[in-house]
């Protein structure tokens, strides 16, 4: 078992205010953790706080917004040593190539991998501080399963979540000689209130709680790669492993279909 989670851990989490990043917050705080949420509405955060006010304070604001997140900033130093960084903010728009813009290629990376690098950008130095005292220090990145294959319309989620994938690999190794974790986090569908506005099925779509128990599990028993639920992360990873010729035609059936 990994000392990530075994006692009362400071934990900073990012789109904590909906969805996965809701239901992690609520397991966290259910196991005693000081928790320090970000996300740009307010309200949903403070509602959060309630459940232990004592151990759970709001840190709101724009991740993409470098003056937000050196107030945010500050209030991780408040906190005292950072033990975890969940980077889960992100968005997911799709596009409709009849109307071909890259402004939603922009917009998918722009809050998907720059919000996530410039969060970095603070996180980094509090969890090296932590990691100075011989204490554990992780990073955490929410990525996706998406990008495994070449979805009709993901065009922009499915480059930012790829790219975010890559820059989370490569910290991991830059990072390893100082023993600073960096786990990468894939889920599959899971409902929330971003993909409750998808139009198409959504195979072994699971609940933000599902989601939430599989990630907070998976940090605790020390695991750099979360991915699930396995029965949609393996069918990904196999169809990834065709010829390219066969990925691409299945590729182009779906996306006629619209699935
Ligand atoms: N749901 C899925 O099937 C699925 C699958 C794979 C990966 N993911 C990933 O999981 C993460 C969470 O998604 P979700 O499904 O839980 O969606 P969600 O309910 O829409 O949560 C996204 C959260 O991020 C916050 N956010 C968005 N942009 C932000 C910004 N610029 N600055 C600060 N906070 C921001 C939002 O709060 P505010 O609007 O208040 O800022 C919201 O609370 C995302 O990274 C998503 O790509 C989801």
New binding site residues.
Partial sequence: MSQRLESATNIWI?????????AVTRALARGGHRLIL????SK?LEALCELAPERMVTAP????SKKDLEQIASVLENQGDLHMAIL?????QYLDVTEYDSHVIEQNIH??VI?TARCVDIALPALRRTRAKGLPATLVI?????WWFPFGRAEG?GAS?AALTYFAHSLRADLAPEGIDVVVV??????????DRNDFP?PFLVS?ED?AERIVSGLAKGKNDIDFPKRFTWTLKLLSNLPQGLIDRIAANMARKGT
């Fill in positions: 990012t789109g904590a205010g909906t969805g996965i990043g809701e970000t996300g740009r509405r949903p604001g724009d991740t993409t889960n903010a992100g968005t997911c809050t998907n919000g929410v990525s996706s399963s998406a989620y979540k894939s889920p599959g569908f899971v409902k929330t209130p971003l993909t959504m933000a989601a």
